[in-house]
Nanobody, 124 residues
Framework: QVQLVESGGGLVQAGGSLRLSCAAS????????MGWFRQAPGKEREFVAH????????FYADSVKGRFTSSRDNAKNTVYLQINNLKPDDTAVYYC?????????????????WGQGTQVTVSS
């Protein structure tokens, strides 16, 4: 059974940083591309970042470019999301997701597995 477990969320002041982690219990983790999404209260879940299976390719939503960086360690079955210069609008539950698809996937549709999310709250 595939499990994705996010961690690293918390309460942080605007301008601060966080690093989110997503640990995957997938035997062939290095074959999966990974995505990060977030969902703020009362809003739909939105795409944040995508990283290819090898980690060589990343893609970000325009709203987070320059502040968010995704990376992965396939030896540890873990993907990361470094968030810098946090803003109150970044407050949301952050989810990681896994997909077999080899192309950049910036939509919720197409991801095969999802984690339960980790809360990020940014105070002004």
């Amino acid at each position: 059974q595939v499990q994705l477990v996010e961690s690293g969320g918390g309460l942080v002041q605007a301008g601060g940083s966080l690093r989110l982690s997503c640990a995957a219990s997938i035997r062939t983790f290095s074959s999966y591309a990974m995505g990060w999404f977030r969902q703020a209260p009362g809003k739909e879940r939105e795409f944040v970042a995508h990283i290819s299976a090898s980690g060589a390719t990343t893609f970000y939503a325009d709203s987070v470019k320059g502040r968010f960086t995704s990376s992965r360690d396939n030896a540890k079955n873990t993907v990361y999301l470094q968030i810098n210069n946090l803003k109150p609008d970044d407050t949301a539950v952050y989810y990681c997701a896994a997909t077999w698809k080899s192309y950049i996937l910036a939509s919720r549709v197409g991801y095969d597995y999802w984690g339960q999310g980790t809360q990020v709250t940014v105070s002004s």
